[in-house]
Structure formats: structure tokens, C-alpha cells
């Protein structure tokens, strides 16, 4: 069964204080991998798609790597604006278009 | 340009009415989808559409929920006799086609409609 699994639940961080957020799947035959952030009471914004292992893309602050098991999202000197929940989410390569979430790292960044 | 607009933002409706939940996509994007989402949950597919075709309804958890896009833009999504369990977040995507580009497959999502049914 396809599973996508995000690591912390929750991270509280201090301003400046630079860490990972980690996403583990489980999927045959992955198209693509998808990071998206979400604030409270709106959808979510989209941030970064990956194809292979190796790739890497960065937006800001944000640094998004992925392996054949994994993905990280890096998260460099971070401040108080980057609190928000950050989902990732899986694409399989079988034509189906449905994207399959994780349930998310809540990030928590105090000035 | 504008991005994915939904209505309306909050529906509160009685068990067993019908609801239709509205989502208008990006201007030109050929696909849309449509996802359920619980609190403190990621999004959960529903259903997706290329153009006005309905290319997958597998996530659709019964047969009460249909959707539509009968002229490839604006797109509603129907629950017919609601249950309380129906409640939820309901969110619209889209993206803008499907060729091989990379861009095509980003999902670009609205604001969300929140159904209470009591």
C-alpha cells in the first residue's frame, strides 16, 4: 500500500535556528514529489516538485532534496513568517493524476 | 492572473439536503481536481477532470458525491443527501495540462469550501 509519512508532527523552532523536515514514502513507481506549504484557513501553496533522486530545488530559505526513499525539506535560518503546516505528497507514474498527501510537519518558527 | 476560486467558502446545510460546491480554476488550465481534507490531515483526492472529461472518480467515497465540468472550466461538486460525516474541508486544484512538461503536473489549489452538516 502506498504510504507517505511526515517526520516531526510538530517543530518549534527559534529564529535562526535552521533545520529538516522529513518525508518517507513508500510508493512503486514514483512520478514526482510534491512540497507544498499551508496556513492556517487557506490551501495549499504550492513550493517545490522533485522527479529523481538526487535533485534538489531551492526557493528562499527553503531546500528540498529528495533520495529513492525520501525527502527532505531544508529549512535555512528560518523566521517567524515560515511558521505554517508543510505538506509533501506523491504522484505515482500510472497515469493516475491524484496526488497522495502526507498529514503534514506543523513548524512553529519564535522570534 | 487570478488563481483557483471556490464557492461558496462556508455551507451550512441540514442532514439529508444536497449541496453543490462550486470551483473555477486557473484560466486555461486543462485539469481539475477535487479533495476532501480533515483537520490536521493532508488532502485527500476525490475525483479529477481533463478538460470535461472525468478521468478518475476512485476516490469518490460514494455514490452520493458526483462532479461535473460539463464545458472544461468551471467544475461543481454535488453530495446528495448529506450525512453528518460529510463534513469537511473540500478543496479545488488545478494545473495547467497534460503534456510531458514539468510545469503541467503542478497543482495549484483554492481556498477551500467548509461544509458543516448538522
Known amino acids: 500500500e502506498d504510504q507517505v509519512t511526515q517526520s516531526p508532527e510538530a517543530l518549534r523552532l527559534q529564529e535562526g535556528e535552521s533545520s529538516s523536515l522529513n518525508c518517507s514514502y513508500t510508493?512503486?513507481?514514483?512520478?514526482?514529489l510534491f512540497w507544498y506549504r499551508q496556513d492556517p484557513g487557506k490551501g495549499p501553496e504550492f513550493l517545490f516538485t522533485?522527479?529523481?533522486a538526487g535533485e534538489e530545488k531551492e526557493k528562499e530559505r527553503l531546500k528540498a532534496t529528495l533520495t529513492k526513499k525520501e525527502s527532505f525539506l531544508h529549512i535555512t535560518a528560518p523566521k517567524p513568517e515560515d511558521s505554517a503546516t508543510y505538506l509533501c505528497a506523491v504522484d505515482k507514474d500510472t497515469g493516475r493524476r491524484a496526488l497522495t498527501f502526507g498529514s503534514g510537519t506543523r513548524l512553529q518558527v519564535q522570534p | 492572473g487570478a488563481g483557483v476560486s471556490q464557492s461558496p467558502r462556508y455551507k451550512v446545510t441540514k442532514r439529508g439536503q444536497d449541496v453543490a460546491l462550486r470551483c473555477d480554476p486557473i484560466?486555461?488550465?486543462?485539469?481539475l481536481y477535487w479533495y476532501r481534507q480533515a483537520l490536521g490531515q493532508g488532502p485527500e483526492f476525490l475525483t479529477y477532470?481533463?478538460?470535461?472529461?472525468?478521468?478518475?472518480k476512485s476516490g469518490l467515497p460514494n455514490d452520493r458525491f458526483s462532479a461535473e465540468r460539463p464545458e472544461g472550466s468551471i467544475s461543481t461538486l454535488t453530495i446528495q443527501r448529506t450525512e453528518q460525516r460529510d463534513s469537511a474541508m473540500y478543496r479545488c486544484?488545478?494545473?495547467?495540462?497534460?503534456?510531458?512538461?514539468?510545469?503541467?503536473?503542478?497543482?495549484?489549489f483554492g481556498p477551500g469550501t467548509r461544509l458543516t452538516v448538522t
Open positions: 477532470f481533463n478538460y470535461e472529461a472525468q478521468q478518475d
Open positions: 486544484a488545478s494545473s495547467s495540462g497534460i503534456g510531458g512538461a514539468e510545469k503541467s503536473y503542478e497543482q495549484y
Open positions: 510508493v512503486s513507481g514514483l512520478r514526482g
Open positions: 522533485l522527479y529523481s
Open positions: 484560466s486555461g488550465h486543462v485539469s
